[in-house]
């Protein structure tokens, strides 16, 4: 089976260059793979055995998977604390739903099921939210209907309480993709929200615009906040390191897009929290007919000293 130490030294290749050339569009595209990489080298390794290959590939695609784990970043996640859920806290839910009508009426009725308090809709179709969830979720606040146009996208919020000093900011140029900042009240304190989706890396100018646009949320992250949205990255890639705070709930097993393939799933949506925050919940939801799956954390405040 001569195709194996040719497929080994293709991975090998793949190692190399997503190493030294990664923040560099295309190659930064193969960084949110890693954990792919690791597990394609073991495999190879094993199938070396299994196959009867010199034993020297089998080392080779270890040796792989070993450099694929050293270049994995340290985690940057808060584990939920049990403990803490029946204290005062704010259950919050980001979706991407993919401008999708039944997506969208899907994830709200989850959400409320879920008894979210907040609810961040990415990408929310073209129809008017006064009217959806009103009785439960009488507060709104939204970038407005997207004009037509690529790489153009609406978020709104639905929030059981009151929101305030509501703003939406344009991104960087030159798609300007708007994002939410705001604040509301959990157990008598203000917590900033802010709720953006950055241009997807498809090319090198989008790729850096996506940068661009991560870095200026970093000004608007006063504590104590919490930062959702699809964010067009992974916790392995390199731009990951430039959104502020700590994402909440572990991601490595637990993808919210490309959720038809599952094998090849990756987490780009994320509820990111600042250190004075601690999180007794999070959870990924089922599909709701987007391509992204709806996220969920309850997220608690220290006391007033």
């Given at each position: 089976?001569?195709?194996?130490?040719?497929?080994?030294?293709?991975l090998?290749?793949?190692?190399?260059?997503?190493?030294?050339?990664?923040?560099?569009?295309?190659?930064?595209?193969?960084?949110?793979?890693?954990?792919?990489?690791?597990?394609?080298?073991?495999?190879?390794?094993?199938?070396?055995?299994?196959?009867?290959?010199?034993?020297?590939?089998?080392?080779?695609?270890?040796?792989?998977?070993?450099?694929?784990?050293?270049?994995?970043?340290?985690?940057?996640?808060?584990?939920?604390?049990?403990?803490?859920?029946?204290?005062?806290?704010?259950?919050?839910?980001?979706?991407?739903?993919?401008?999708?009508?039944?997506?969208?009426?899907?994830?709200?009725?989850?959400?409320?099921?879920?008894?979210?308090?907040?609810?961040?809709?990415?990408?929310?179709?073209?129809?008017?939210?006064?009217?959806?969830?009103?009785?439960?979720?009488?507060?709104?606040?939204?970038?407005?209907?997207?004009?037509?146009?690529?790489?153009?996208?609406?978020?709104?919020?639905?929030?059981?309480?009151?929101?305030?000093?509501?703003?939406?900011?344009?991104?960087?140029?030159?798609?300007?993709?708007?994002?939410?900042?705001?604040?509301?009240?959990v157990?008598?304190?203000?917590?900033?929200?802010i709720?953006?989706?950055?241009?997807?890396?498809?090319?090198?100018?989008?790729?850096?615009?996506?940068?661009?646009?991560?870095?200026?949320?970093?000004?608007?992250?006063?504590?104590?906040?919490?930062?959702?949205?699809?964010?067009?990255?992974?916790p392995?890639?390199?731009?990951?390191?430039?959104?502020?705070?700590?994402r909440?709930?572990?991601?490595?097993?637990?993808?919210?897009?490309?959720?038809?393939?599952?094998?090849?799933?990756?987490?780009?949506?994320h509820?990111?929290?600042?250190?004075?925050?601690?999180?007794?919940?999070?959870?990924?939801?089922?599909?709701?007919?987007?391509?992204?799956?709806?996220?969920?954390?309850?997220?608690?405040?220290?006391?007033?000293?």
């Amino acid at each position: 089976m001569a195709i194996l130490p040719i497929l080994i030294a293709l991975l090998g290749v793949v190692t190399l260059v997503s190493l030294f050339r990664r923040a560099h569009w295309p190659v930064e595209l193969l960084t949110h793979f890693r954990p792919h990489l690791i597990v394609s080298s073991i495999g190879g390794a094993l199938l070396c055995l299994l196959a009867g290959e010199r034993w020297e590939w089998s080392i080779i695609s270890l040796g792989l998977a070993l450099i694929n784990y050293a270049a994995l970043p340290a985690p940057r996640w808060v584990r939920s604390e049990a403990h803490l859920a029946g204290g005062p806290g704010l259950t919050v839910v980001w979706a991407n739903v993919w401008q999708k009508k039944a997506a969208l009426e899907r994830t709200l009725d989850w959400a409320k099921a879920e008894r979210a308090d907040l609810i961040l809709i990415g990408e929310h179709p073209n129809i008017d939210p006064s009217e959806m969830l009103l009785g439960d979720y009488p507060y709104r606040i939204d970038t407005g209907i997207a004009p037509e146009r690529p790489f153009c996208i609406r978020i709104v919020a639905y929030s059981r309480t009151p929101i305030v000093n509501g703003a939406v900011h344009a991104g960087p140029g030159p798609n300007h993709r708007p994002f939410l900042t705001f604040a509301v009240v959990v157990a008598d304190r203000a917590l900033n929200i802010i709720a953006a989706h950055p241009v997807p890396p498809h090319t090198t100018s989008l790729t850096q615009e996506r940068d661009r646009h991560i870095a200026m949320l970093s000004a608007h992250a006063r504590e104590p906040f919490l930062l959702t949205g699809d964010f067009n990255v992974t916790p392995w890639s390199p731009g990951f390191k430039g959104i502020p705070g700590h994402r909440v709930g572990a991601y490595l097993l637990a993808p919210t897009w490309f959720n038809n393939l599952p094998l090849l799933g990756l987490p780009i949506d994320h509820i990111m929290v600042s250190p004075a925050l601690k999180a007794s919940s999070y959870a990924v939801a089922l599909s709701t007919g987007s391509d992204h799956r709806a996220i969920k954390a309850r997220v608690h405040l220290p006391a007033k000293q």
